[in-house]
């Protein structure tokens, strides 16, 4: 890194930042929440600061107009990927997340994996009383958790509830991506789900390999365990996008990976530009439901918690349902008149932070921040959990409270929103913010119009995340006691 800079020719001021241990640099320091971690450095060494994850120099941003600089202003010369031995896995060249290409076919293939989801998420249902396709498919998966949640409480009297949130979520992403729900229990469901977690969790272990590159050539499990479970998933996801190539009709769009077949192949068509190929297609689908599904379960595990840790919020919300909507079906439409619900859920957002960084970036070219120089193929880790508990934006960060987003007439206050920082901003900003905000909330508000959801009497709620691409909350169990209001399904 040093040497990259004197090469430059440049009179440098070298990045502050903390001293480093050869080889390992500064991994020993980073302690279970890194995040914290650099917030703390954040103190000492300012906004942007250099540190060493094992060989491999780090530049760390903090502070919300330095990430604003770096996301947006200087966006460009920030919108890489790192060549990190993990990411080779996931993106074996073809993912438009994880891999180091970026350039002009990598932003048509984000524009054509953006407007593929826009259009099936809108697409609309003849069949039922739903504004789209995707309203159909969250309405549906949530009665089923619905009763899920009642019949738990009843054989069990409390229950953990990540498993039935992780299914119903990733019957979500699957009527998305494949127009197809599965039973709970069918095997082969099971089995992806489970693959999808050991993946994230392969993919969540610090990885050597990432930090002092020559370990990638070692036959170590740690090191390749996640190609293992990225390969069973490309499986599964390739069986059905050549089903779906074999039974493709323009006429009658079934999911996203039909608006994909249909953009790509109409494209080529009038233009005879390439768009994606099969192996693309199969990527990017591939790519949505990773990210579609983990992301989302986990917020809704963080949301439940909440909402049993704070029943005076729980009950707020319920008014504003019972109030607002009443007993018929919620629908998307309704988030604009239900502001103390959407203020609970921006609040989850600020206060979980569950995704504390942004997926790691890499300068795309020699560029300066704050003064500093920074070579081209830097890898940029974005703190966006400094940023939701920065004081200087949010009054006592550490309270939560969906007030805080409300104007004295109980709106909501919309440039308060935009300050929270969980699906990144600029050119690699989530793809998936609409989506994931309608069906957070559609899934919020069928629960709690039917259900009041307890914490067992007596039972100790702990908020401190488990640390991890999405942070989890630790296990906790919870009661579902149907409400005598509601009824809608
Ligand atoms: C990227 C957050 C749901 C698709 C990201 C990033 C974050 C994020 C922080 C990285 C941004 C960056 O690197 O600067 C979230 C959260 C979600 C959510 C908090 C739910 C609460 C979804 C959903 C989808 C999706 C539902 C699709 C169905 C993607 C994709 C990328 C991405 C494809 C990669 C974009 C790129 O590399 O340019 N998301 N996401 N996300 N998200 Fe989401």
């Known amino acids: 890194f040093v040497r990259a800079l004197m090469s430059k020719g440049r009179k440098q001021v070298s990045l502050p930042g903390p001293w480093s241990f050869p080889i390992i640099g500064n991994l020993l320091q980073l302690g279970d929440h890194p995040y914290l971690t650099f917030t703390e450095m954040r103190k000492k060494y300012g906004d942007v ?38 990411f080779s896995f996931l993106a074996e060249g073809k993912s438009f997340s994880f ?218 919300i319920q008014e504003e349902i019972d109030g607002n909507i009443g007993l018929k079906p919620p629908r998307f439409e309704d988030r604009k008149m239900l502001p103390y619900t959407e203020a609970f859920i921006n609040e989850v957002f600020r206060h979980a932070s569950f995704i504390p960084f942004t997926i790691p970036h890499c300068t795309t070219a020699d560029t300066t921040l704050n003064g500093y120089f920074i070579p081209r193929n830097t890898c940029t880790f974005i703190n966006m959990y400094q940023v939701n508990h920065d004081e200087t934006i949010w009054d006592n960060p550490s309270l939560f409270s969906p007030e805080r987003f409300l104007n004295e007439n109980g709106e909501l206050n919309r440039s308060l929103v935009d300050k929270v920082l969980i699906f990144g901003m600029g050119i690699r900003k989530c793809l998936g913010e609409d989506v994931a905000r309608n069906e957070v909330f559609l899934f919020l508000t069928m629960v709690l119009q039917q259900l009041t959801l307890n914490k067992c009497p007596r039972a100790e709620l702990d908020l401190t995340p488990t640390y991890g691409l999405a942070m989890k909350p630790r296990p906790y169990q919870l009661q579902a006691e149907p409400r005598s209001t509601g009824g809608a399904s």
């Not at 600089?69 to 993990?86: I, S, W, Y």
């Not at 299914?167 to 999808?196: M, P, S």
Request: proline share 3%; charged share 25%; glycine share 4%.
């Open 49 to 86: 600061f250099l540190i060493k994850l094992g060989m491999v120099p780090v530049v760390v941003v903090n502070g919300m107009e330095m990430v604003k600089q770096v996301l947006l202003k200087d966006g460009e010369h920030f919108a890489g990927r790192p060549n990190m031995h993990t």
């Open 99 to 316: 891999s180091v290409n970026y350039g002009e076919s990598w932003k048509l293939h984000k524009k054509i994996a953006s407007n593929a989801l826009r259009t099936f998420s809108k697409a609309e249902t003849k069949s039922s009383t739903c504004s789209c396709l995707l309203e159909e498919h969250v309405t549906e998966e949530v009665s089923e958790l619905v009763k899920i949640f009642a019949e738990l409480t009843l054989k069990k009297g409390s229950f953990e509830p990540r498993n039935a949130i992780t299914c119903a979520v990733a019957n979500v992403v699957c009527a998305l991506c494949f127009g197809k729900r599965y039973d709970h229990n069918d095997e082969e469901f099971l089995r992806i789900v489970k693959t999808n977690d050991d993946l994230l969790k392969a993919s969540s272990a610090a990885n050597p390999a990432d930090f002092i590159p020559c370990f990638r050539y070692l036959p170590l499990r740690i090191i390749n365990a996640p190609r293992e479970f990225y390969q069973a998933l490309n499986k599964f996801i390739a069986l059905h996008v050549q089903d779906h190539l074999s039974t493709y009709d323009k006429d009658h769009m079934r999911d996203i990976t039909d608006a994909l077949i249909n953009t790509c192949h109409k494209k080529y068509a009038t233009t005879k530009t390439a768009t994606l190929n099969d192996d693309e297609i199969i990527s990017t689908v591939n790519d949505l439901f990773g990210a579609g599904f983990e992301t989302v379960s986990t917020c809704l595990y963080w949301s439940f918690l909440y909402l049993i840790h704070y029943p005076e919020i729980q009950a707020k």
